[in-house]
């Protein structure tokens, strides 16, 4: 059996173009925040990385070892070097994530561990990642969120050494430990007293407008779809048959919801999807008030640490034997 998602409620997204030229390579970000396990995990969980390598950057010695760098005398810093497709997500949705899986303000470590090797840093690997890193990082820092200055520098990305086997995807073969440590180190409370408590599994800092806004921001029919349960009619909507590349975002927030890479032809007039681009941004909620069984899909976003619905869309339960 195949669950497939429809999003009926389709002015409640909008599709964000990749152009029409052949994909792109695949690029490199490199980034510290303490442990590796818990930078390595949040990205893990993002359909659009292609992987995310738990491992050391910073140092100079060849093919350091995890007994030398938990010295801290060898510079290099516990670090994650994610490879992803920037036709469907972006080193900026990266840096987003980034900055809400640690303290960057700690210069001496990361919650208990402390030491150099368990600093931040984000390791840039040309000249436009630098460029966008200090943006984001002025931004973060202008922010008000925290009351001590940004310290987490940002670095020329040199040799990246993957770490021992055993350190890869520890949050999934070693599940339960890897949750006491998260709980035990601080990391979590500070996440969710600082971002709220969606941030610790998506990054999400996406916010709903007031209702004023967001009148004058959406058509009647828009308002009507996003805030009202509404429903556009089928093969009448905007995107049902939409085949350019890119990504489809919640109008109202801005928040990314599906990619193009995952929709496919259904037949039923609505826009298609498979999977969403990050799971913990969408919610399903059952509607049964529909001919067929739905799933009202909300993206989630937070708004001083409460969880509100943004734009809601409605997806049909289609099973396929």
């Known amino acids: 059996m195949k669950t497939i998602l429809l999003a009926m409620g389709v002015t409640a997204v909008v599709a964000i173009g990749a152009g029409d030229s052949e994909a792109a390579e695949l690029e490199k970000?490199?980034?510290?925040?303490?442990?590796?396990w818990c930078i390595e995990a949040p990205f893990d969980k993002i359909i659009e990385v292609r992987s995310a390598i738990s491992g050391y950057a910073g140092g100079v010695a060849e093919n350091p070892t995890y007994k030398q760098v938990s010295t801290g005398s060898t510079a290099y810093l516990e670090a994650v070097q994610?490879?992803?497709?920037?036709?469907?997500?972006?080193?900026?949705q990266l840096l987003a994530v980034f900055w809400r899986q640690f303290d960057p303000t700690d210069a001496g470590g990361s919650f208990y561990d402390r030491?150099?090797?368990?600093?931040?840093?984000?390791?840039?690997?040309?000249?436009?990642?630098?460029?966008?890193?200090?943006?984001?990082?002025?931004?973060l820092s202008e922010s008000g969120r925290f009351d001590k200055p940004i310290v987490t520098p940002i670095r020329p990305a040199t040799t990246f050494y993957p770490a021992e086997a055993y350190h890869q995807d520890y949050h999934k073969k070693n599940s339960a430990h890897y949750k006491r440590y998260r709980t035990g180190s601080g990391r979590d409370a500070f996440i969710e007293k600082i971002w709220g408590k969606t941030a610790k599994a998506s990054g999400s800092d996406y916010s709903k407008p007031s209702d004023v806004v967001l009148r004058q921001k959406l058509t009647n029919l828009q308002y009507t779809v996003t805030q009202e349960e509404g429903t556009e009619r089928p093969f009448r909507n905007e995107f049902w048959d939409n085949k350019k590349a890119g990504i489809y975002v919640d109008i109202v927030s801005g928040e990314p919801l599906f990619s193009s890479t995952h929709k496919f032809k259904?037949?039923?007039?609505?826009?298609?999807?498979?999977?969403?681009?990050?799971?913990?941004?969408?919610?399903?909620?059952?509607?049964?008030?529909?001919?067929v069984s739905c799933a009202e899909l909300l993206g989630l976003a937070v708004t001083n640490g409460a969880n509100v619905g943004v734009g809601k869309l409605l997806g049909g339960r289609v099973d396929e034997g």
């Not at 490199?30 to 590796?36: L, P, Y």
């Not at 994610?82 to 900026?92: A, G, N, W």
């Open 29 to 36: 970000a490199t980034f510290a925040g303490g442990c590796f």
């Open 82 to 92: 994610i490879t992803f497709d920037p036709e469907k997500i972006t080193y900026q």
């Open 115 to 139: 030491g150099s090797q368990y600093t931040s840093a984000v390791f840039y690997h040309d000249d436009e990642q630098k460029r966008l890193a200090e943006v984001s990082r002025k931004a």
């Open 266 to 291: 259904s037949g039923t007039g609505w826009p298609s999807f498979w999977q969403p681009m990050i799971r913990e941004n969408v919610v399903e909620k059952e509607d049964v008030r529909a001919a």
